[in-house]
């Protein structure tokens, strides 16, 4: 059994920067410890695998710790558009996933995505949060899956040296730490408790899900710019209208090949 696959560096510009993921294009669908045994050996942090179809195809997230993500997966959805799009040709595509249906365009060089839109409150900072951070946050927040952590200035963001072993404890829910830099938004996202084999994701599309309804609610802007300070980095834009939420990012593709199978291990 062979597979279309790709590697592609999410929400950048460039080679080497944002978020690596897997795509894998799928004729049918292998079995669930098939897919979780190919995001292992396949290196990126999370594998998307896109099903077969046209308008409409299913989509499935897996990670290197052979877990699949039940939430959503912006990068690994954001590589699996572009991989998609430019292989086909096409400029639009939907794929139903367990968090919904999310359509993808291509815009002036990038791709525009509807993502999820998370509600947030106001929450007593849990008692590791400022050891798991080394540092005090203003204020803290629970989205519906992550904690964020609003801190004064950008460089206090990008000064930050977690205690991973400490934050491990918080498992499936990252710490974002967020700060207003001029008109932009900056963030980093600490996530050692998910099975990615990253303690720090360099490029998160499902953390806009979080942090757009929480800035838009400060600022009162429909449309923001995020810069996520990471070692490799990631830029969105993202437009928050009542709960529609849209995300435009560009994403590179780093390689495309095959993976060979033998057809018994996919049955």
Known sequence: MALRAFQIHAFTSKVFGGNPAGVCLL???????VLARIAHDFG???????????????????????????????????AAAHAVL??????????????GIRPAAMVDGGISMGIPCWSYTQAGSPAQLGPALRAMPVSVHRSERDWIALFETPEQ????????????????????ATALAGTDVVFRF????????EQEDPATGSAISALAPFWNARLGQASLDFIQVSSRGGAFRATLAGDALTLVSKCVTFSRGWLDLPDPAAT
């Open 44 to 78: 990126p942090s999370v594998t998307a695998f896109v099903g077969p179809g046209e308008d409409t195809r299913g989509l499935r997230w897996f990670t290197r710790g052979e877990r699949e993500v039940m939430s959503f997966c912006g990068h690994a959805t954001f």
């Open 157 to 176: 963001v990008a000064a930050l040296a977690p205690d991973y072993d400490v934050m491990r404890a918080f498992g499936d829910s990252a710490v974002i």
């Open 86 to 99: 430019h292989e086909t040709g096409a400029d639009a595509i939907q794929f139903a996933t367990v968090s």
């Open 27 to 33: 004729d049918t669908w292998p079995t669930d410890a």
């Open 190 to 197: 600490f996530c050692p408790g998910f099975s990615i084999g």
